[in-house]
């Protein structure tokens, strides 16, 4: 991915139960137009089924044009059960991290021969 993408602060502090905002910064230093798409990630990764997030720009096509440069928010919190959680007494820090792919529109996978399409199942209880 060609895009130049940093965060606009490196570190924020945030208690359990609390929103936060951070912001990102992603720019296109090529030629032509870019679509983006990202994924996120958590570490530790105990501490990710804690980390809600309330709006993100993640797993949405993201446009930018030759050498824009756009400001991305993520809206987030941390659950207040974080802090009953005796596995969390010793994280004290939670880092989010994007990777970016670069999306070919009408790009069309096949499906791998030993891979089969779902089916929905009736579960009773």
């Known amino acids: 991915m060609r ?3 940093k965060p606009q602060q490196h570190e924020i502090k945030v208690m359990p139960g609390e929103t936060a905002l951070a912001f990102y910064t992603a720019r296109n230093p090529s030629d032509k137009p870019v679509i983006g798409i990202s994924t996120y990630n958590v570490v530790p990764f105990d501490a990710g089924q804690y980390f809600n997030k309330i709006q993100c720009f993640c797993f949405e096509e993201q446009l930018l044009n030759p050498h824009e440069e756009v400001d991305m928010p993520v809206f987030f919190y941390i ?8 596995k969390m007494e010793f994280v004290n820090e939670i880092t989010l991290s994007y990777t970016f792919f670069e999306a070919k529109p009408g790009l069309q996978l096949s499906m791998p021969s030993f891979a089969k399409p779902h089916t929905a199942q ?3 209880i």
Do not use: L, Q, R
């Open 3 to 5: 895009w130049n993408f």
């Open 79 to 86: 659950d207040s059960e974080f802090a009953e959680d005796p």
């Open 122 to 124: 009736k579960v009773s």
